[in-house]
């Protein structure tokens, strides 16, 4: 199903190597205030089995704010397995300090234990770059894991777990359809947030809009825009 790309487990991008070239972009704002502005745009080339991944995020205003821009490579190993290495630029910057400027990567796999049932894992940062590269702040170093069944065409449930240390661990839970062709519903609630998304396909093109509620906290908009390659296992 093409909305994994709105609602992916984990956000592993190994997920990304058993779609089609794709390209898209998301803005998102939390809390309805113009500080907390989210914007994110993505992309992923395949080139039969290869896989040429990018993104570029900014996530804050012209005052403050942090930057990552991604480039990274993937490969299919027959239809049940792929594996991915990003490396990120990340670019800190805030009124009357200076930019920070550093490094870091992410590794992820995926596996197809079934026409039905999907595995993967993602770390992120698994070198402990720091922040500005010599500076006395760690990257904070992140990892999850997750699984996607499909039972049917047109519906979709996934399940992941998340930990960035410092910090306590997310649970993730997904439901998706397609009740009818243009039309994709998706459910995400964890520990954290919950989100309902309403996506509307039509030929290659993908739109969404999104709500997502954190607890106690407030709710945050976002919509996005996808196009998507025609799937060659389908040609």
Sequence with gaps: MRAHIVEKSAESPALDCFAPSFAGVRFRNDFGTKEMMFTYAEGMLALRKNRLLFSVTHYGYAKYGEMKLSVGYGRNFGDRFAMTARIFYLMAHARDYPTKHSLCTDFAIACRVSPKLLFDATVYNPFMMRYGIVDQDVIPLK??????????????????????????????????????????????????????????????????????????????PEIGGFYFQEDSNKR
Excluded at 177 to 189: E, G, M
Excluded at 194 to 205: D, N
């Design 143 to 220: 990892f999850s894991i997750g699984c996607t069944y499909t039972p049917v065409r047109k519906l979709l449930f996934s399940l992941s777990m998340s930990k960035e240390l410092p910090g306590g661990w997310v649970v993730d839970c997904r439901f998706m359809t397609q009740p009818v062709p243009p039309l994709i519903l998706a459910v995400d609630c964890s520990n954290l947030r919950l989100g309902i998304c309403v996506g509307w396909q039509f030929r290659r093109f993908l739109i969404s809009a999104r709500a997502i509620w954190h607890y106690r906290i407030a709710i945050s």
